[in-house]
């Protein structure tokens, strides 16, 4: 028996979502995004705070957006994606519409609902988009995977005590815990 065709979106549904609905279009599907949990806002919130510092002090041109922020990964309308945390160092990327091409460093914390989708198809999709430093942090494992795709495909595992030194910026290093020590 035949199965009846999926639907394929496009950056025209992805754009015309209800208002107050968010999704990622991700190879023509569209994916819910549930509300976001207190601790996954606190680290949104703590990192975003703690890259536009740094930058800012470093008299740097990247730019730091926390989620909901649109990226068109493959600047053909084809993957919209809404990252928890991005940084973009090349301006020209930047549209009213959000980013149009791959940031430099891209930050997911995972929530229950997103796991599969942030451990593996957006790290296939970052990887082969140029993005060149990809953080998954997880705070049901207390731990989190960072991708330096410049580097080496393979990914180091830092427990939240840790500190992590930041690929794109070699002097910062961001230690989770610490973040969530504050609470």
């Known amino acids: ?29 569209l994916y819910a995004m549930a509300p976001p949990s207190r601790i996954h806002q606190k680290l949104v919130m703590e990192l975003s705070a703690l890259f536009h510092q740094y930058v800012k002090s470093q008299g740097g041109d990247c730019q730091v957006y926390p989620a909901p922020f649109a990226v068109n990964l493959d600047a053909d309308d084809k993957n919209w994606v809404e990252p928890d945390i991005s940084v973009i160092c090349d301006k020209s990327k930047l549209t009213d519409r959000g980013c149009k091409g791959a940031p430099d460093f891209i930050a997911e914390i995972v929530s229950p609902g997103s796991r599969k989708i942030d451990y593996s198809t957006k790290n296939t999709l970052y990887s082969d988009a140029g993005v060149r430093e990809y953080w998954i942090v997880d705070p049901a494992k207390e731990r989190t995977t960072v991708y330096r795709y410049e580097e080496d495909a393979a990914p180091t595992i830092f427990p939240f005590a840790s500190d992590i030194q930041v690929g794109i910026y070699q002097s ?12």
């Not at 999926?6 to 549904?13: A, F, I, K, L, M």
């Open 172 to 183: 910062l290093s961001i230690n989770i815990g610490d973040l969530l020590s504050e609470e």
């Open 1 to 29: 028996m035949l199965q009846p065709k999926q639907r394929y979106y496009t950056s025209e549904d992805y754009w015309n979502l209800p208002e107050g609905e968010r999704a990622e279009l991700i190879d023509g599907r």
